[in-house]
């Protein structure tokens, strides 16, 4: 396999902090491009009185998408010198398809993610991103485990 560029994916949490020390070495050793994604989710609501009109994004989506690149520079700012990378924050209704279209679009050859681990009730409830990503993607994916503890 070629890799030219690699998405590595964050929802700015710890955890997902676990992938960029292992996918930004390979970067350097590849000399891949990397683009760096974080998908705020656009929590889309039908207007009050109107059911048939169309959904329309929360109109706090514009500062949460804000906060969310500021928080994403300061994360990558000490992590990302030498490399190429670019920082992208995108929101989307579908965090899963966010990441997924938007790897199609840049013309990724490798999606990177870490997961939470969440088991149980909690993965039930919650669902989990890495795993929808792994299942819809066309693209291969590289998924970064929380450690046993």
């Known amino acids: 396999m070629d890799l030219r560029h ?3 994916t964050t929802d700015l949490s710890k955890d997902a ?15 891949a491009k990397v683009s760096i994604l974080h998908v705020v989710q656009d929590l889309q609501a039908t207007p ?15 500062r949460d998408i804000e906060k969310a690149r500021v928080k994403l520079e300061e994360i990558c700012a000490p992590l990302t010198e030498g490399l190429d990378v670019s920082l992208h924050v995108i ?9 997924v279209h938007f790897a199609r679009d840049c013309g990724a050859d490798l999606i990177a993610l870490s ?9 039930l409830a919650l669902g989990s991103v890495a795993e929808e990503v792994l299942r819809k993607s066309p693209i291969p994916v590289l998924s970064f485990h929380r450690p046993e503890e």
């Not at 009050?48 to 514009?62: C, D, E, K, R, V």
């Not at 929101?91 to 990441?99: E, F, N, Q, S, T």
């Open 91 to 99: 929101g989307h209704a579908d965090p899963v398809l966010g990441i």
């Open 115 to 123: 997961t939470h681990g969440r088991t149980g009730f909690r993965r």
């Open 17 to 31: 902090l676990r992938a960029f020390e292992p996918v930004l070495s390979l970067a350097r050793q590849t000399r």
């Open 48 to 62: 009050h009185g109107a059911p048939f009109a169309p959904a329309q994004s929360s109109p706090s989506l514009p």
């Open 6 to 8: 690699i998405l590595l």
